[in-house]
């Protein structure tokens, strides 16, 4: 069963950055695509950068020149920087990984919170 587990979350200010981490038990390049997801209180589960296996990352609008995917093979760990964060950005984040088997077949992290409050 494929793992992901995740961490850097927290509280941070207006205007400051944090970076996550999701280690998944499996090498990055053993999925067809990887990327990040969020959820904010009462509101649905929404794309933040989601990148194939051999493509460039694709962002959310709302995030843009902010958040920045990094896939390091070496640590096998996918990175999600986010700069210049907003109170908008307070949600649950979720590390998500594909494969293509017969069909999508999706595996999720257990969510890490990120506030962003003053």
């Known amino acids: 069963q494929v793992q992901l587990v995740e961490s850097g979350g927290g509280l941070v200010q207006p205007g400051g950055s944090l970076r996550l981490s999701c280690v998944p038990s499996e090498s990055v390049f053993s999925f067809t695509t990887m990327g990040w997801y969020r959820q904010a209180p009462g509101k649905q589960r929404e794309l933040v950068v989601t990148?194939?296996?051999?493509?460039?990352?694709r962002y959310a609008d709302s995030v843009k020149g902010r958040f920045t995917l990094v896939r390091d093979h070496v640590n096998n760990t996918l990175f999600l920087q986010m700069n210049s964060l907003v109170p908008e950005d307070t949600a649950v984040y979720y590390c998500?990984?594909?494969?293509?088997?017969?069909?999508?077949?999706?595996?999720w992290g257990q969510g890490t919170q990120v506030t962003v409050s003053s």
């Open positions: 998500n990984a594909q494969r293509e088997l017969s069909g999508t077949v999706d595996y």
């Open positions: 990148k194939a296996r051999y493509g460039s990352p």
